[in-house]
């Protein structure tokens, strides 16, 4: 039975006739399937044949409901660890599911990299999911944002000669999207953000609470107000909302089939918040009866949904004792015969650990990526800025590839077109998306909410779809609650699923000091912490031309990109340079010599790079020291032949770097040259970075905290007359 429903669900109801006879027994066969699986798993874990088992059982009646309520292949599941009942009602098979839990080569999901559990199927639209909780709605909205602009503008599914090659691009108009959580998870904040853009932009997203009533060992009342979701999130508008008994596979499959129709009629997203059991423990690793006493976990196993659904079917004379024992013998056989395969399967081999760290396909370090400047009219030929050419590119690239989408805080023109009628707009707090709404419009550029895992999260969803959102977080210094999304999502999408999904979104950040007044909050780095991320390409240009050439190279590309771009070098003259053409780009990887020498090689990149050829020329003034100059320009991949030619040529070696000196960048690349190139070098390797604390607000303070022309200068001296 339905316990509650919102006033535009009538629909639930399952009516006078209900499920026929054939349907209960396919929805048994599906619940017990799934509870066999948990119990070889279980099994084989306690044998050591497996490494990890975490179950859906309690479950499975919701899930099963849900599954098929909806459309493999044709809809989107976004699900989480517990949902093996659907994944299973959607056509994985129990031997897909032995794969991953043995961690076999031939696991479909993952190829053996992901815990069981972690489902994924291309084939079925099943995206790869993390063991984090809540952040796959945000990617939820992200897809079912993707899948209405492709509705809109079918043509954008076409490929070109760029990542859109490898993008295979499926969509329908009235397609679902499916998220599910338990009810642990909704305390996290992208919980909170996913309901508020669904519920804004009235997305087709039917977000799944299963409540089992623990989060572990935390009871529902100590995490959720009240104890209860539903009433929490009852005021969001344009939601279906229904609450049912999750152990009732024909009220659950009822309240997702109203929850779709109001889905596929465009009329908003939707709310099941199903109250289910959980009769094993959390997991193997965890022991229930450390926490919950016999007499709840005895009240638990009578509203377990697979005896509550065998005890239908016997009551009601759809099968008798010997029918449903002849279904669970056939179960058992087809487990069996899976997990003895699954146990014969080949292992991955250690040589393809590094396989999908990036992609394949497209390599942004190749010469594909290098093109020459295009011969400037007297109008181009006009030096440009830092920033007038980083909006150059996001206008050339916008035009090129239809697929682009730009947003983030106040990066819109105006929310509310109507004001562009009387105002110029906004445009991004530093100008450099000035323009872009008013050329291509609110689909295409609009502001975010005031939330940076939101930003990071939609742009996964979209991503997964063969989408390009270029997005942008207002200040590096606010990059930190979208990290877990950067970290264990974004950059990790491609090698957890064995290449079968990817997630080629730019992120422009402002980053860096020098501003007089920024202060703690708007002058912090930390790069370091985001090239120690496999999976992410990390690009920093000194300069307006390479802000243009590399921005196009990540645009481009097949690889999430952090483009992290100097605040103070923005608008700086010497930095200038004429508009390059809309189809200049910068291979990755390639250093760039800014100024040449022989006497000592000085590596560094953003901000440090003019401050460095200050300090080289005085040097030469008043020393005589020759200094070569190596700008690094990206991050992750870095020029390491460049670093080890210049090396060889000089003995001398300082890494400069904006970030604090102690486990900054540099430490990596002077370790490395200590390691690989220690016979070259007559002095030690020297780092010059910031002091180990925050920028201070009063300019006295900055100077001395953040590393000056005179620091450097007397670095390279310093180390010449090693």
Not at 9 to 34: I, K, T
Not at 442 to 452: T, W
Not at 542 to 563: H, K, Q, Y
Not at 656 to 670: F, K, P, R, T, V
Request: charged residues 25%; hydrophobic residues 40%.
């Amino acid at each position: 039975m339905v316990l509650a429903a919102s006033s535009a669900s009538e629909s639930v109801s399952a009516g006078s006739d209900g499920l026929s006879p054939r349907q209960l027994v396919e929805f048994y066969r599906l619940m017990a399937l799934s509870r066999r699986m948990d119990d070889r798993e279980i099994l084989l874990k306690r044998q050591q044949k497996i490494y990890f088992q975490i179950s859906g059982a309690g479950h499975e009646a919701l899930l099963v409901g849900a599954a098929l309520a909806m459309r493999p292949g044709y809809d989107w599941f976004f699900p989480y660890y517990r949902d093996r009942a659907l994944c299973l009602a959607l056509g994985f098979t129990p031997a897909d599911m032995m794969l991953q839990a043995v961690g076999a080569a031939t696991d479909p999901a993952s190829g053996g990299r992901q815990m069981p559990t972690h489902w994924g199927s291309r084939e079925l639209n099943i995206v790869s999911l993390s063991a984090a909780t809540t952040t796959q709605l945000l990617h939820a909205v992200g897809c079912a944002e993707a899948g209405r602009y492709y509705s809109l503008h079918p043509e954008t599914a076409a490929k070109a000669d760029d990542y859109r090659a490898y993008r295979d691009v499926t969509f329908h108009s009235d397609e679902v999207v499916y998220a599910s959580v338990g009810e642990g998870s909704t305390s996290q904040g992208e919980f909170w953000e996913a309901m508020n853009t669904a519920s804004n932009k009235k997305l087709p997203v039917i977000f799944c609470v299963e409540d089992n009533g623990y989060a572990i060992s935390t009871p529902v009342e100590v995490s959720t107000p009240g104890g209860n979701i539903s009433r929490l999130v009852a005021n969001f508008p344009n939601f279906f909302f229904a609450e049912v008994d999750g152990t009732d596979p024909e009220a659950s499959y009822y309240a997702f089939q109203a929850a779709v129709a109001h889905c596929r009629a465009g009329l908003g997203p939707a709310f099941v918040h199903g109250h289910c059991v959980r009769p094993y423990s959390h997991s193997l690793s965890d022991d229930e009866k450390l926490y919950r006493t016999e007499a709840e976990r005895k009240a638990d196993a009578l509203r377990d949904p697979l005896v509550l659904m065998r005890a239908r079917l016997l009551r009601q004379r759809i099968l008798t004792e010997g029918e449903i024992t002849s279904i669970e013998h056939s179960l058992d056989q087809e487990v069996s015969e899976a997990a003895e395969r699954a146990l014969q399967a080949p292992l991955p081999k250690v040589e393809e650990i590094r396989k999908h760290i990036y992609s394949e396909d497209l390599d942004p370090t190749s010469a594909a990526f290098a093109s020459e400047q295009k011969k400037n009219d007297a109008q181009d030929a006009k030096p440009r800025t830092m920033a007038g050419l980083i909006n150059a590119c996001l206008q050339d690239e916008m035009r090129h590839d239809s697929r682009i989408v730009v947003y983030g805080e106040d990066v819109a023109d105006a929310s509310r077109e109507a004001a562009l009628a009387e105002v110029t707009g906004k445009g991004g707090v530093f100008k450099l998306t000035a323009g872009l709404q008013s050329e291509f419009g609110s689909e295409r550029v609009f502001n975010s909410p005031l939330a940076e895992a939101n930003i990071v999260g939609r742009a996964v969803g979209y991503s997964l779809r063969g989408m390009k959102p270029v997005v942008e977080i207002q200040f590096f210094d606010y990059i930190w609650p979208a990290y877990h999304q950067i970290h264990n999502e974004l950059a990790l999408m491609r090698w957890r699923s064995n290449g079968q999904w990817a997630c080629p979104v730019v992120i422009r950040a402002p980053i860096g000091g020098y501003l007089t007044g920024g202060a703690i909050y708007h002058s912090q780095s930390g790069e370091s912490l985001f090239t120690h991320i496999p999976g992410l390409r990390v690009v920093m240009p000194s300069n307006a031309l390479d802000a243009n050439g590399l921005l196009r190279t990540a645009i481009r590309c097949d690889d999430p990109v952090l483009f992290l771009e100097h605040k103070r070098l923005y608008r700086e003259t010497h930095d200038r340079a004429p508009y390059p053409g809309p189809e200049f780009a910068i291979p990755f990887g390639k250093a760039k010599i800014v100024r040449p020498g022989a006497d000592l090689t000085l590596i560094t990149y953003g901000a440090l790079v003019p401050r460095s050829v200050q300090a080289a020329e005085r040097a030469r003034r008043e020393h005589n020291i020759d200094v070569e100059i190596l700008d690094l320009r990206t991050l992750n991949p870095y020029d390491w032949e460049a670093i080890a030619e210049s090396v060889k040529k000089t003995s001398r070696v300082i890494v400069a770097h904006e970030d604090m000196l102690s486990w900054g960048y540099g430490a990596e690349i002077a370790a490395r040259i200590g390691d690989e190139l220690f016979d070259l070098l007559d002095a030690p390797v020297r780092r010059v970075g910031a002091m180990d604390t925050f920028v201070a607000y009063q300019p006295i303070l900055e100077d001395a905290i953040l590393p000056q022309p005179e620091t450097i200068f007397k670095a390279i001296v310093d180390l010449k007359a090693y």
